[in-house]
């Protein structure tokens, strides 16, 4: 499972994908399934972990119009040298905080801690149901 959340912790977009399949493939997809219209005039921020780091996500992130926050991942190859820290081209920390607070918040339900349904649908099904519970409780509560 790979999800987007916005700056609060709330979850915007979700993509099942299988557990042997590797997250920069379906990050693409992720990417993609985010359907709210962004402000044109404000930027746009892309927070993600080492698995995301590849030149494929990154290319297609800044053509979609994102600042990347992918933590850089010392096992693959540089194909580029790091950037000097007069050049514009800056390199964001990562920030995972909060989705790693949204998937904790996802996984108190427990028939999400562990997958008992076999059908895909039926998962996806209770991930989104908890997930508008999630936003529920955010319009709510703050």
Request: aromatic share 8%; with cysteine; net charge positive.
């Amino acid at each position: 499972m790979n999800l987007m959340v916005d700056g609060r912790g709330a979850p915007v977009s979700v993509v099942l994908t299988g557990a042997n399949r590797h997250d920069k493939v379906s990050a693409v997809e992720l990417i993609v399934s985010f359907s709210i219209e962004r402000p044109a005039h404000k930027e746009q921020h892309l927070c993600a972990d080492k698995a995301y780091d590849s030149e494929d996500v990154r290319e297609f992130a800044s053509a979609a119009g994102y600042e990347m926050h992918i933590k850089i991942n010392p096992r693959r190859k540089a194909t580029e040298p790091p950037p000097d820290e007069d050049s514009p081209k800056r390199i964001y920390p990562a920030r995972r905080w909060m989705v790693e607070r949204t998937i904790s918040w996802l996984t108190k339900r427990r028939s999400l801690r562990t997958r008992w349904s076999k059908k895909a649908a039926n998962w996806l099904a209770l991930v989104q149901l908890a997930c508008a519970h999630i936003l529920f409780n955010l319009a709510v509560f703050g």
